[in-house]
């Protein structure tokens, strides 16, 4: 019964592996990227190169910088303070279209900035991680949710499949035949980051409950057109109030601050948002920031416009504070280096669980598919290509692109972030396209690709802002710097790969030892390792 069972998981693993891998692994990349989101906007965007504030923000003195341009009819602005890792501040507010503007200005100068003339990573690369920018009836949200199903199932399969967890912890076979060293690779770092990737899956779905599970609330608010906006408010929180059309005072921002810290014991806010300004009817919302905890709490504050008064507070129940911990546990907007650090390096050994679930999917199959005249192969590895090294390489010509571009570039319908996001997409196509042209020798030709964006991409950060790794390290710009030596490893590791894996072939007396040949043929030795890996972990796939 128990061999049984085992047998039955490995065809759910193997195709939930194989359909949605290559979402699996955009949501991974993009996910571990984003950690450093803040570090990334400052490489794309030069003019928020900034010291770090000596002293708080006054939102009295911000407020006569920006408040002048917020046209009338506007539902609401608001001012993001800077941070640690954010030296600048953000106002944007919105129109009654739902239309939204930003600007970013100097919290130490309070002079409005340049516009960055680029989505950077936290406009571009986080809804990419969430939504995949397909926004018709939540495709993409819904795309996503599929893969974190998937990523669950794999998990819970894989651990039935593999049942020997603990001695598969320490077997690494690097001189092993390319299946039987990325089986090993795959099971090592899937046993090893099992309760991270267990958990990132499960708080991601529990972040879009709405959106997976959207009558949630109608047992309880009903189903009538306002029944969700009740549910937000009493959930999330809100009190906007209704405009009265009569003209309103705005009293100290600094004054109601004071207040909100002193209520929140100490507690800073992150960011300050006006409901209905320039009406007698304003409030002012302040947001306690959770840069100190894990939760990302719903803690809000709302404060009469004209007369700076507590009018409202709010605190999440018991059960949206359960939602806020799981999404704390996934954001990892906490302000913890280390912990950081360990995400980022949990995520990439999600994308190398992905890669050799691919890889060794390719290479155990690869001998049979030719000889019977199957095209599944050449398929899944046009997907995994441009799925996996096509996206770092589409990646890396979107920083390239942003340092390439003048900053007045555009076209008509099209402004420089637009030509940024197209030259990602465009690059995307090609390496799928290359990828099905080229076949096995796309793996390496991509990875080549990936050394030579990555110090390119360095190198035109250097000349396009006069601040090379070595100074940035010297000048205490460590964001920038970061991002420089994140490109250098990357650059260097795919160049590495991309010699692995030509070293390989020379070796082989029909080019085809480690990786297959560019016939779709499998070499002796990696043929009788894929035998064996197969029969020994009993998937039967």
């Not at 986080?126 to 495709?139: F, G, K």
């Not at 840069?291 to 709010?314: I, S």
């Not at 980022?344 to 999600?350: D, M, P």
């Not at 990828?435 to 360095?458: F, H, K, S, Y």
Request: aromatic letters at 10%; one cysteine or more.
């Amino acid at each position: 019964m128990e061999t049984t069972f085992r047998k039955s998981m490995a065809p759910l693993h193997t195709w939930a592996g194989v359909l949605l891998g290559a979402v699996l692994f955009a949501v991974l990349w993009t996910g571990t990227l984003i950690l450093f989101r803040g570090e990334i906007d400052q490489w794309m965007m030069p003019q928020t190169r900034l010291a770090a504030a000596p002293a708080p923000l006054s939102l009295d003195r911000a407020a006569r910088l920006v408040l002048p341009l917020v046209p009338a009819g506007a539902t609401q602005w608001r001012i993001d303070l800077p941070t640690a890792r954010t030296p600048v501040a953000v106002f944007s507010y919105r129109l009654p279209d739902g239309e939204e503007y930003t600007r970013l200005f100097d919290p130490v100068r309070y002079r409005l900035l340049p516009q960055p003339g680029t989505d950077g990573a936290s406009g571009f690369l986080v809804p990419l991680h969430y939504s995949l920018h397909l926004a018709w009836a939540d495709t993409g949200k819904w795309l996503v949710g599929l893969a974190g199903m998937a990523m669950l199932v794999l998990l819970v399969s894989g651990v039935v499949i593999h049942a020997r967890l603990v001695a598969q912890l320490f077997t690494f076979r690097p001189r092993k035949g390319l299946p039987r060293s990325a089986l090993d690779l795959h099971n090592l770092s899937g046993v090893l980051l099992l309760p991270f990737h267990f958990m990132l899956a499960l708080s991601g779905l529990a972040i879009f409950i709405t959106v997976f599970f959207p009558q949630a609330h109608v047992a309880t608010y009903g189903a009538k057109p306002k029944a969700k906006a009740a549910f937000m408010a009493e959930a999330y929180g809100r009190h906007a109030g209704r405009k009265t059309g009569e003209p309103g005072t705005l009293a100290s921002l600094d004054a109601m601050r004071r207040e909100a810290e002193r209520l929140w014991g100490g507690e800073q806010p992150y960011f300050v948002r006006a409901w209905q300004p320039g009406d007698a009817a304003g409030v002012i919302e302040f947001r306690r920031s959770y840069a100190r905890e894990v939760t990302m709490n719903l803690d809000q504050l709302y404060f009469d416009a004209a007369t700076g008064r507590v009018v409202r507070r709010f605190e999440a129940g018991p059960v949206m504070t359960a939602q806020r911990v799981l999404s704390g546990v996934h954001f990892a907007r906490f302000e913890h280096g280390t912990l950081r650090a360990l995400y980022f390096a949990g995520g990439l050994g999600g994308c190398v669980l992905v890669a050799t679930g691919f890889l060794f999917w390719l290479e155990s199959r690869r001998k049979g598919h030719a000889r019977h005249g199957l095209g599944g192969v050449r398929l899944v590895e046009m997907l995994a290509v441009g799925g996996m090294t096509g996206l770092v390489l589409s990646t890396l010509a979107y920083l390239v692109a942003n340092r390439l571009l003048p900053a007045d570039a555009g076209l008509p319908e099209w402004d420089r972030a637009a030509l940024e996001r197209a030259t990602f997409y465009a690059t995307w196509s090609i390496a799928f396209l290359h990828a099905w042209l080229r076949r096995t020798a796309a793996w390496r030709e991509q990875l080549l690709g990936i050394a030579a964006l990555a110090l390119v991409a360095m190198l035109l950060n250097w000349l396009t802002t006069g601040e090379h790794l070595l100074q940035t390290l010297a000048n205490g710009r460590h964001a920038v710097a970061g991002v420089d030596l994140a490109l250098l490893a990357f650059g260097g590791a795919a160049w590495h790969a991309a010699r692995r894996i030509g070293a390989g072939r020379g070796s082989g007396t029909d080019g085809s030892k480690s990786t297959g040949g560019s016939d779709g043929t499998a070499g002796t030795n990696g043929a009788r390792d894929t035998s064996r890996a197969r029969a020994g972990e009993g998937t039967g796939a």
